[in-house]
Structure formats: structure tokens, C-alpha cells
């Protein structure tokens, strides 16, 4: 039970840096993906496709 749990956090973990890392080199471009529980969540869940599926939406609605 508590080897489930601390994956959990290391995937939240996770997936928080990779978005603010790609904030980070992204940022003179202005395509930022915010962080939030949502996004954060779709990290988490699907991985790093998710992140590039997120940039191709945000490029489209913007």
C-alpha cells in the first residue's frame, strides 16, 4: 500500500517538472501550458504523448 502511494507522488512529481520544463524553454515562445490538477493529471496518467498532445490543442484553440 505504501509503495503504491509513494509511486503516485514520484509520477505527480513527475509530471510537474516535465510541464514546468517545457514552460521553461517555452516561455520566450509564449506557448505555456498551465499547471494545474488537470493537466497534471493527464501527465501523470498517459505519459509524456500527453504533454505533446497538450502543445498540439493549445496551438490549435490559440
Known amino acids: 500500500m505504501l509503495k503504491k ?3 503516485i507522488i514520484k509520477k505527480v512529481i ?3 517538472f516535465l510541464i ?3 514552460n ?3 516561455s520566450p515562445l509564449n ?3 498551465p499547471i494545474n ?3 497534471v493529471a493527464l501527465v ?3 505519459g509524456f504523448p500527453t ?3 497538450l502543445i498540439i490543442i493549445y496551438l490549435l484553440i490559440f
Do not use: D, E, N, Q
Open 5 to 7: 502511494i509513494f509511486s
Open 14 to 16: 513527475y509530471s510537474f
Open 20 to 22: 514546468y520544463g517545457y
Open 24 to 26: 521553461v524553454l517555452a
Open 31 to 33: 506557448l505555456i501550458i
Open 37 to 39: 490538477i488537470i493537466t
Open 44 to 46: 501523470m496518467l498517459f
Open 51 to 53: 504533454l505533446i498532445s
